[in-house]
């Protein structure tokens, strides 16, 4: 059953320890995360971004994600993740997303707190949850998200109070020194910057840029209100490593076979990174 993140990420940051947000792009993804979340018996997010439209269809990601849950008796968020564009945010929707992040990141202050202010009288009527951002992240050469262009701007935390307040969002994506894409080097994750924000703000943070971050990093980050994390960019890499192994052997095996092993390879690294978020 789809259900909106709300109740998910409050349990989570009680415990503490953070739901993941796994980025798909189709069946083999999407498949990917619900094994591993059937696997650890624990909640999980599975994140259609806006940017991947041309993979597969709103009402498309909704009636696999509804039947997956289904067959594997788990209980998941479709989340639409990354979303600057309001009507898109309104079919996905009227689809049957059960969250939507709506990412007025780049726009001015005011603008991003009315347009999120809009979005989630529409959602909340729908008992669908909302994501939004302040702040914006960098992106390195391995990100598909974002861009070189993409300026790291952390959040303030008396600008994230008084955007909490006036927008009424359920939970709020933080800049606080991770980048969108693989790190080149040891990130510089400012835990005094998130428990400045986390003083001020008592709905659910979120933390983007989830590859390839320190386990000891994670653990600091969920024992300072963030409880849900995102993570992409490793799905992807790794599964496309695998992928050129696989078609590495001496026979090209056959694109059904191609198929059923990358549904593997997505699930080692969501079950790599559940054991990270939930073991705090
Ligand atoms: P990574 O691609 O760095 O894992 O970030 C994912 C993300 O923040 C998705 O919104």
Known sequence: MLKNFNEMLLRARKAPYAVGSFNVYNYETMKGVVLAAKETGQAAIIA???KYLSNMSLAGAVSMARTLCCEYGIEACLHLDHCSGIDTIY????AGFSSVMYDGSALPFAENIAN???VCEAAHSCGVSVEAELGSLAATETSHEGSANDREAYTSPKAACDFVRESGCDALAVSIGTVHGLYTARPNVRID???EIRALVDIPLVLHGGSGIPEEII?????N???KIN??????AYAVEKTKELLGAAKAPHLAVVAENQQQYV?????KYIRFFTSV
């Open 48 to 50: 259609f971004g806006a």
């Open 231 to 236: 993570v992409n960019t490793e799905i992807s």
């Open 267 to 271: 699930k080692d690294v969501v079950l």
């Open 193 to 195: 910057l998130l428990k």
């Open 91 to 94: 079919r996905a929707i009227q």
């Open 116 to 118: 999120t202010a809009r």
């Open 225 to 227: 209100g963030i409880c």
């Open 219 to 223: 653990r600091d980050c969920i024992r």
